[in-house]
């Protein structure tokens, strides 16, 4: 089986091309159905409706590295893509690192993109007085921007929720 911080170096190069080759390509994702095991509920069969397709997102499927690798594995959009037998273990135990890797980077860069909402010159929170804690200690964030965080989180949990409901 993989090892998260493999998993962890090959979500970042798939997540990285995304974002070079489709800008915002984690708003198209619902975690709550993401699926890595499945082609058709993984990240790009969500991106690509439905349909495991990674030429659809600027990758050879079949192509062979000089160094053995297929691209498609190398950037954590699957473990092997011959191999039916995954280490003895079910399918979905196998992807699980690569699933939770890929919901860290998902959730990683929705949270990025609305810290940057917050941060636009345009917003009303630009230059919003950081508030220290009324217990103490400076928190770092204002009121609004936790609230801005509190809703993304409650969003993230639901589409969590949605997946484990039968």
């Given at each position: ?7 962890r170096?090959?979500?970042?190069r ?26 058709c ?37 699957a473990?092997?893509?011959f ?9 979905e ?10 919901i ?63």
């Amino acid at each position: 089986m993989i090892s998260q911080d493999e998993a962890r170096a090959r979500v970042a190069r798939g997540a990285a091309h995304l974002d070079q080759v489709r800008p915002g390509w984690f708003n198209e994702i619902d975690t709550g159905t993401l699926t890595l095991s499945r082609g058709c509920r993984c990240v790009v069969g969500q991106l690509n409706r439905g349909v495991f397709n990674v030429a659809a997102v600027g990758l050879p499927y079949f192509r062979l590295n000089a160094d053995g690798t297929h691209d498609v594995i190398t950037h954590g959009f699957a473990l092997d893509i011959f191999t039916t037998e995954l280490d003895g273990g079910t399918r979905e135990a196998c992807y699980a690192p690569l699933q939770d890797a890929w919901i860290a980077a998902i959730a990683d860069r929705r949270l990025a993109a609305s810290s940057a909402v917050v941060d636009a010159p345009e917003s009303p929170m630009r230059g919003h007085q950081e508030t220290a804690h009324p217990h103490g200690g400076d928190r770092g964030t204002s009121s609004s921007s936790a609230s801005s965080l509190s809703a993304y989180l409650n969003a993230w949990v639901r589409d969590a929720q949605r997946a484990v409901q039968p």
